[in-house]
């Protein structure tokens, strides 16, 4: 069956950096295009990034530009967040996903991994 | 880019019907078929209820629906049960290749 597993997250001081990783499983990573979406503590979803199946194309929210990085590792089945000048507005559940072919949208999730911004 | 906007609560008895507004502009909502929907219960995975605006993955109950009107997605859940109560967003993308979702809606069965 397909999973998704995060890891990574944890407590970090603020302008610090973080990967973050999802191991996925039970389907053809090397043709989907994956995304990581994040939950504030007490606020809905937000959609942070995405990118291609082969990596060529990323995307980003404003928020993270220029300090988050996509990417993925098709040899390993692995989806990455490199996350760099962290802020306090970053803590959040982070949440990988798969996205469903030919659709904008994500037909399967992850459990979430915590990061927590804090000196 | 602003957040969709939901309703912030939405509540029924078991067996009624609820359904859940969805208000973006022509450059998301009304201006695409790829609306989604998303059950989460808080500490699990989010699950994808309905895709392109009416689409049900297979396994959701047929109980559950949407459909759109102009900048306006709906989702209808009919006959609410227990199990229905949980947070549920919508999405959309949008013309950068970037995703929105709504503020989330509460759904409590009464």
């Known amino acids: 069956q397909v999973q998704l597993v995060e890891s990574g997250g944890g407590v970090v001081q603020p302008g610090r950096s973080l990967r973050l990783s999802c191991a996925v499983s039970?389907?053809?990573?090397?043709?989907?295009?994956m995304h990581w979406v994040r939950q504030a503590p007490g606020k809905g979803l937000e959609w942070v990034a995405a990118?291609?199946?082969?990596?060529?194309?990323?995307y980003y929210v404003d928020s993270v530009k220029g300090r988050f990085t996509v990417s993925r590792d098709n040899s390993k089945n692995i989806l990455y967040l490199q996350m760099n000048s962290l802020r306090a507005e970053d803590t959040a559940i982070y949440y990988c996903?798969?996205?469903?072919?030919?659709?904008?949208?994500?037909?399967?999730w992850g459990q979430g991994t915590l990061v927590t911004v804090s000196s | 880019q602003s957040a969709l906007t939901q309703p912030a609560s939405v509540s029924g008895s078991l067996g009624q019907s609820i359904t859940i507004s969805c208000t973006g502009t022509?450059?998301?909502?009304?201006?695409?078929?790829?609306v989604s929907w998303y059950q989460h219960h808080p500490g699990k995975a989010p699950k994808l209820m309905i895709y392109?605006?009416?689409n049900r993955p297979s396994g959701v109950p047929d109980r559950f629906s949407g459909s759109k009107s102009g900048n306006t997605a709906s989702l209808t859940i009919s006959g609410l049960q227990a199990e229905d109560e949980a947070d549920y967003y919508c999405?959309?993308?949008?013309?950068?290749?970037?995703?929105?979702f709504g503020g989330g809606t509460k759904v409590t069965v009464l």
């Open positions: 022509s450059s998301d909502v009304g201006g695409y078929n790829y």
């Open positions: 996903s798969k996205g469903r072919s030919g659709s904008w949208c994500s037909d399967y």
């Open positions: 392109e605006v009416s």
């Open positions: 999405s959309s993308n949008t013309p950068i290749n970037t995703w929105l």
């Open positions: 039970g389907f053809s990573f090397s043709t989907h295009g």
């Open positions: 990118i291609s199946y082969d990596g060529n194309d990323k």
